[in-house]
């Protein structure tokens, strides 16, 4: 079963094929961060335009790619919430219009949910295929606009455990390197800065909210913005990278692990952008196999927004027969689950 992957979000124009939710025929992206490296982040109508000018081109790559064409797919599935309307729309109005032409099931997919499965996808690694007994897991999602830490009790199954209070950590990364003089997206930037840098050279606050799992980092951000502008010349860029790096790491290996030994699970998914993060990802595999629990988490160019994973993510959604109309639309905001009463108190678990 192949489906095609529509990706217009935020600043990755990409279209993928998929075979069975795993295997990856195709995976085109066609980063904007150039574009948008002036502004110091994304701006919406400048994406939507770009958008608007590679969708048939990398859509045609990826089909040519996968060797197929619209004849051999079984459905289109596309990423409709939450993002930047004026990119979104380019991405929905597109599989709409290609769904329609071609008299194919058309599947809206949330932006999360499509990160979750890029574990799904076969990068030919440890604990591939997953067996449907990985049932529940613990996922921490981390991208530049959500932290959150969700359980699964199977596919599209959600709770809520934790979210953000203020700043994603994407953001922190993007704004501390900012403060740093670091360019755009900073995230990967502080990943190879930090491995030259002592992460103990300068103490960062970790927000620990006692009674959640619940993140907060803007006051880390604060942090360094004040550092950064004290220290002036006599800092060491690559210390401040390493100390950043390893507050944001620090709270979210351990308030991934504690929902995970609240809800008792053996798997643990690491999904989005940030988790990309070489450290992240070392240091999350480290814990896990100290308490003998398995950690995935995918390659990073499988981290960051592609279509691959939004074809995986409507690949469990359209076996279920979970098909949309041509009246599909975008949504700026939406959960991607609720939270359960109680649960962000931590009482009753
Ligand atoms: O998931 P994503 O590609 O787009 C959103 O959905 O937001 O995530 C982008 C975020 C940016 O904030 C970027 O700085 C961060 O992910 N990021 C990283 C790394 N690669 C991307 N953060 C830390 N380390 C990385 N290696
Ligand atoms: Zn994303």
């Not at 599947?107 to 890029?118: D, F, K, M, R, S």
């Not at 010349?233 to 609240?262: C, H, I, W, Y």
């Amino acid at each position: 079963m192949k489906i095609l992957g529509v990706e217009t979000s935020c600043d990755e124009t990409s279209a993928a094929v998929v075979e069975d939710g795993k295997t990856i025929l195709s995976n085109v992206v066609a980063s904007q961060a150039d574009l948008h490296a002036r502004f110091g982040g994304v701006v919406p109508e400048v994406a939507s335009r770009r958008h608007i000018e590679l969708m048939s081109p990398i859509t045609q790559q990826a089909l040519d790619e996968a060797g197929c064409g619209f004849h051999d797919l079984d459905a289109i599935a596309v990423i409709n919430r939450p993002g930047l309307i004026p990119a979104l729309i380019v991405g929905v109005s597109a599989a709409k219009a290609m769904a329609w032409a071609a008299g194919l099931p058309l599947i809206g997919v949330h932006h999360l949910e499509a990160h979750i499965y890029a574990n799904f996808l076969d990068f030919g690694r440890n604990l591939f295929p997953i067996p449907y007994s990985l049932f529940p897991l613990v996922c921490l999602i981390v991208s530049g606009g959500h932290s959150d830490i969700v359980y699964m009790t199977d596919h599209s199954e959600y709770e809520m455990m934790a979210r953000t209070r203020d700043d994603a950590a994407g953001e922190a990364f993007d704004k501390s390197a900012r403060a740093m003089g670091l360019g755009y997206p900073g995230g990967p930037i502080v990943d190879r800065l930090a491995e030259q840098g002592n992460p103990e050279a300068v103490h960062f606050p970790r927000a620990r909210l006692d009674d959640t799992l619940d993140f907060s980092f803007s006051g880390l951000k604060t942090a360094v913005i004040r550092y950064v502008e004290k220290a002036r010349d006599g800092m060491s860029l690559p210390d401040v990278a390493a100390s950043f790096q390893q507050a944001v790491v620090d709270v979210l290996v351990t308030n991934t692990f504690k929902a995970a030994e609240r809800k008792g699970v053996r798997q643990v998914l690491i999904a989005g952008g940030v988790a990309a993060n070489r450290e992240l990802q070392r240091q999350m595999k480290e814990r896990g196999a100290a308490l003998g629990i398995a950690v995935s988490a995918p390659p990073p160019e499988l981290c960051t927004d592609n279509a691959a994973m939004v074809a995986a993510a409507g690949y469990y959604r359209f076996i279920r027969g979970e098909c949309c109309g041509l009246d599909l639309d975008a949504y700026a905001s939406e959960p991607l689950a609720e939270r359960r009463e109680g649960v962000a108190a931590g009482s009753g678990e």
